[in-house]
């Protein structure tokens, strides 16, 4: 895992345009079913901020269909957070919030933004799952500077414990997409916020993990927990164990 290489590329070099986003919904559109009407009330949020195709896209049976969905979504997140935010009568700045911007409607962007990018880093398919990294990588940073710094941690947080844990998957190819993004988001604005002792930390829980008392419990990826038949044990723990491993060393570099 080029770890080095993926701190020091910009997120702004990974994020599709505009003109490739629209193109991968339109050509997803066809293939993805519709929406069943009793989990309509449980996507009306997201049909409310992207549209019913992007919704019936995201969630498709067809992997293809949630691919172009996270694509768009990356593609279109910094013309959506232009579009609410009001540039500054005498320096032109769009990257502060003007006077008639409405904070709770950035708040539901951010809501429904993180909403779709855990659930596509909860999605088994290693293709969506690698978007979703990517969608990461380009929602985060678009909200940098744009809403409340405490807000955009409170997101995050759970977002960074989500990534940690995949780090234990048994496929490679998840684990390589998850270390790279983790280290991605070192990079500045959100390396403004998201620290590489934050990550260690987060890393090392997972490592091993401990009971609300403090002592430790055996069964994580620990050499221990896997000698003792923890949970995950085997070669997937091991391979896990390794892969957190080498993530702290590249930390420490």
């Known amino acids: 895992?080029?770890?080095?290489?993926?701190?020091?590329?910009?997120?702004?070099?990974?994020?599709?345009?505009?003109?490739?986003?629209?193109?991968?919904?339109?050509?997803?559109?066809?293939?993805?079913?519709?929406?069943?009407?009793?989990?309509?009330?449980?996507?009306?949020?997201?049909?409310?901020?992207?549209?019913?195709?992007?919704?019936?896209?995201f969630y498709s049976r067809n992997w293809l269909?949630?691919?172009?969905a996270l694509t768009h979504l990356s593609a279109t997140m910094g013309l959506r957070l232009e579009e609410l935010t009001e540039a500054d009568g005498q320096n032109g700045n769009r990257r502060k919030a003007g006077p008639a911007t409405s904070p709770?409607?950035?708040?539901?962007?951010?809501?429904?933004?993180?909403?779709?990018?855990?659930?596509?880093?909860?999605?088994?398919?290693?293709?969506?799952?690698?978007?979703?990294?990517?969608?990461?990588?380009?929602?985060?940073?678009?909200?940098?500077?744009?809403?409340?710094?405490?807000?955009?941690?409170?997101h995050l947080a759970p977002l960074l414990r989500q990534l940690c844990a995949r780090m234990g998957d048994s496929k490679e190819a998840v684990r390589m997409h998850t270390v790279e993004c983790l280290f991605r988001l070192l990079h500045?604005?959100?390396?403004?916020?998201?620290?590489?002792?934050?990550?260690?930390?987060?890393?090392?829980?997972h490592i091993s993990p401990r009971d609300e008392n403090g002592a430790q419990l055996y069964g994580g990826d620990s050499p221990a927990g896997i000698a003792k038949g923890g949970a995950s044990g085997g070669k997937g723990a091991a391979t896990g164990w390794l892969c957190r491993i080498g993530a702290l060393r590249d930390l420490c570099k």
Request: hydrophobic residues 50%.
């Open 188 to 205: 500045p604005p959100t390396g403004n916020i998201v620290s590489p002792m934050a990550i260690a930390m987060l890393i090392l829980r």
């Open 65 to 68: 269909c949630r691919v172009a």
């Open 104 to 154: 709770h409607a950035l708040g539901e962007l951010l809501d429904g933004a993180m909403r779709a990018v855990h659930e596509g880093l909860g999605d088994q398919n290693v293709r969506v799952y690698a978007e979703a990294c990517l969608s990461v990588t380009a929602v985060v940073p678009a909200f940098c500077g744009t809403v409340d710094g405490r807000l955009l941690v409170a």
């Open 1 to 57: 895992i080029d770890v080095q290489n993926a701190a020091a590329c910009g997120s702004a070099e990974l994020v599709p345009n505009l003109a490739e986003g629209e193109q991968a919904l339109r050509e997803a559109l066809p293939l993805a079913e519709v929406l069943d009407e009793v989990a309509l009330d449980f996507v009306a949020p997201l049909i409310a901020l992207f549209g019913n195709g992007w919704t019936r896209c």
